[in-house]
C-alpha cells in the first residue's frame, strides 16, 4: 500500500489521491512562441529519480498537493499543499520509516 501524508487530512491511501502530473508552470499564452507552447503542452521530462507531481485529494480535502516522488522506487519523501511555498508546511516522516510510498526527510 502507498500511503500519502496530506498536510490537511494526515496519513491517507493513494487510492484517495489523482495524479495530476508533472509540476510544471503555464507560460504566458501572450509572449511565448509557438514551440515554447508545444512543449508546454505536450513535452515531459519524465525523469529517473526525484521529481515534484501534482496531486488532487479527491476523496479528502480535494486540495492540490505538490508531492516531492522518487519515479523508480515510488518512495514519498515531502508533501505540502500546492497554494503554499512555505518549507514549514511540507510534511515529513520520521527517521527509519523510509519505505516505497512513505516519506524520506534524509535526503
Known amino acids: 500500500m502507498i500511503e500519502l501524508h496530506c498536510p490537511h487530512c494526515g496519513p491517507r491511501n493513494v487510492s484517495e489521491f489523482r495524479h495530476v502530473g508533472e509540476r510544471h508552470f ?34 479528502g480535502c480535494r486540495r492540490y498537493l505538490v508531492v516531492e516522488r522518487h ?8 508533501v505540502r499543499d500546492a497554494g503554499d511555498a512555505s ?15 512513505t516519506t524520506d526527510s534524509s535526503a
Open 26 to 59: 503555464r507560460p504566458d499564452p501572450g509572449t511565448t512562441d509557438p514551440d515554447e507552447w508545444r512543449a508546454y503542452l505536450y513535452l515531459r521530462d519524465n525523469p529517473a529519480g526525484w521529481t515534484d507531481e501534482t496531486w488532487l485529494h479527491r476523496a
Open 87 to 101: 518549507s514549514a508546511d511540507v510534511t515529513h516522516a520520521r527517521a527509519g520509516d523510509v519505505q516505497p510510498g
Open 71 to 78: 519515479t523508480v522506487t515510488n518512495a514519498v519523501r515531502a
